[in-house]
Protein backbone atom coordinates (compact mmCIF):
# COMPACT_ATOMS: atom_id res chain seq x y z
CA UNK A 1 0.00 0.00 0.00
CA UNK A 2 1.27 3.32 -1.12
CA UNK A 3 0.65 6.69 0.86
CA UNK A 4 1.11 10.17 -0.18
CA UNK A 5 1.16 13.21 2.55
CA UNK A 6 1.32 16.68 0.95
CA UNK A 7 2.55 19.32 2.75
CA UNK A 8 3.25 23.01 1.66
CA UNK A 9 -0.18 24.86 0.53
CA UNK A 10 -1.23 28.27 2.10
CA UNK A 11 -2.24 31.88 0.38
CA UNK A 12 0.40 34.31 -0.69
CA UNK A 13 0.42 37.25 -3.04
CA UNK A 14 1.10 37.79 -6.69
CA UNK A 15 4.22 37.11 -7.53
CA UNK A 16 5.36 34.56 -4.24
CA UNK A 17 6.59 31.79 -3.70
CA UNK A 18 5.16 28.39 -2.24
CA UNK A 19 7.31 25.15 -1.77
CA UNK A 20 4.69 21.81 -1.74
CA UNK A 21 6.54 18.36 -0.57
CA UNK A 22 5.33 14.79 -1.46
CA UNK A 23 6.25 12.61 1.40
CA UNK A 24 5.37 8.86 0.47
CA UNK A 25 5.63 5.96 2.17
CA UNK A 26 5.30 1.77 1.21
CA UNK A 27 6.41 0.01 -2.40
CA UNK A 28 9.15 2.86 -2.63
CA UNK A 29 11.18 1.02 -4.85
CA UNK A 30 8.63 0.40 -6.88
CA UNK A 31 8.01 4.03 -8.07
CA UNK A 32 8.51 5.06 -11.42
CA UNK A 33 7.13 8.20 -11.89
CA UNK A 34 6.23 11.25 -9.29
CA UNK A 35 3.96 14.36 -10.74
CA UNK A 36 1.94 17.17 -9.48
CA UNK A 37 -1.46 17.97 -10.82
CA UNK A 38 -3.62 20.47 -9.90
CA UNK A 39 -7.66 21.43 -9.95
CA UNK A 40 -9.80 24.27 -9.52
CA UNK A 41 -13.64 23.76 -9.36
CA UNK A 42 -15.04 22.39 -11.93
CA UNK A 43 -12.14 21.80 -13.87
CA UNK A 44 -10.41 18.63 -14.93
CA UNK A 45 -7.07 17.85 -13.05
CA UNK A 46 -4.45 18.79 -15.23
CA UNK A 47 -0.29 18.01 -14.82
CA UNK A 48 1.95 20.60 -13.59
CA UNK A 49 5.05 18.93 -13.59
CA UNK A 50 6.58 15.07 -13.25
CA UNK A 51 9.72 13.74 -13.12
CA UNK A 52 10.91 9.82 -13.39
CA UNK A 53 13.46 7.91 -12.19
CA UNK A 54 16.10 9.41 -14.37
CA UNK A 55 15.29 12.96 -13.03
CA UNK A 56 13.91 13.80 -16.67
CA UNK A 57 11.11 15.85 -15.89
CA UNK A 58 7.81 17.30 -17.73
CA UNK A 59 6.06 20.79 -17.52
CA UNK A 60 2.91 21.66 -18.80
CA UNK A 61 3.68 25.17 -20.55
CA UNK A 62 2.43 27.91 -18.42
CA UNK A 63 4.48 26.71 -15.40
CA UNK A 64 7.95 25.89 -17.43
CA UNK A 65 10.55 28.50 -15.85
CA UNK A 66 8.38 29.42 -12.84
CA UNK A 67 7.92 25.65 -11.16
CA UNK A 68 10.73 23.06 -10.72
CA UNK A 69 9.87 19.73 -9.84
CA UNK A 70 12.27 17.76 -7.64
CA UNK A 71 13.16 14.45 -5.72
CA UNK A 72 14.32 14.26 -2.62
CA UNK A 73 17.99 12.24 -2.09
CA UNK A 74 15.98 9.62 -0.85
CA UNK A 75 13.81 9.18 -3.38
CA UNK A 76 10.98 8.64 -1.59
CA UNK A 77 10.01 12.60 -1.69
CA UNK A 78 8.45 15.10 -4.45
CA UNK A 79 8.80 18.71 -4.30
CA UNK A 80 7.33 21.95 -6.46
CA UNK A 81 8.80 24.84 -5.89
CA UNK A 82 6.61 27.54 -7.25
CA UNK A 83 7.72 31.23 -8.00
CA UNK A 84 6.13 34.19 -9.70
CA UNK A 85 2.87 33.21 -8.61
CA UNK A 86 -0.33 34.30 -10.52
CA UNK A 87 -3.91 34.70 -9.28
CA UNK A 88 -4.64 32.02 -12.10
CA UNK A 89 -1.80 29.10 -10.37
CA UNK A 90 -5.15 29.14 -7.33
CA UNK A 91 -5.72 25.60 -7.29
CA UNK A 92 -6.07 22.31 -5.18
CA UNK A 93 -2.55 21.05 -5.76
CA UNK A 94 -2.17 16.94 -5.93
CA UNK A 95 0.90 14.60 -5.33
CA UNK A 96 0.44 11.94 -7.78
CA UNK A 97 2.79 8.30 -8.01
CA UNK A 98 2.85 5.54 -10.74
CA UNK A 99 4.26 2.16 -9.70
CA UNK A 100 5.37 -0.55 -11.76
CA UNK A 101 5.75 -4.00 -10.03
CA UNK A 102 6.73 -5.95 -13.01
CA UNK A 103 3.17 -6.54 -14.10
CA UNK A 104 0.99 -4.16 -13.37
CA UNK A 105 0.89 -0.11 -12.95
CA UNK A 106 -0.71 1.58 -10.38
CA UNK A 107 -1.44 5.04 -9.88
CA UNK A 108 -1.73 6.60 -6.62
CA UNK A 109 -3.08 10.23 -4.82
CA UNK A 110 -1.98 12.88 -2.09
CA UNK A 111 -5.07 14.10 -0.57
CA UNK A 112 -4.57 17.69 -2.01
CA UNK A 113 -3.25 20.76 -0.63
CA UNK A 114 -4.57 24.48 -1.46
CA UNK A 115 -2.70 26.87 -2.92
CA UNK A 116 -4.50 30.43 -3.32
CA UNK A 117 -3.04 33.45 -4.83
CA UNK A 118 -4.27 36.61 -3.68
CA UNK A 119 -3.94 39.73 -6.55
Known amino acids: QVQLLESGGGTVETGGSLRLSCAVS????????MAWYRQVPGKQRDLVAA???????NYADSEEGRFTIARGSARNTVSLQMNSLKPEDTAVYYC?????????????WGQGTQVTVSS
Open 26 to 33: GLIDNIKY
Open 96 to 108: KVDTWDGSRWDAY
Open 51 to 57: INNDDAT
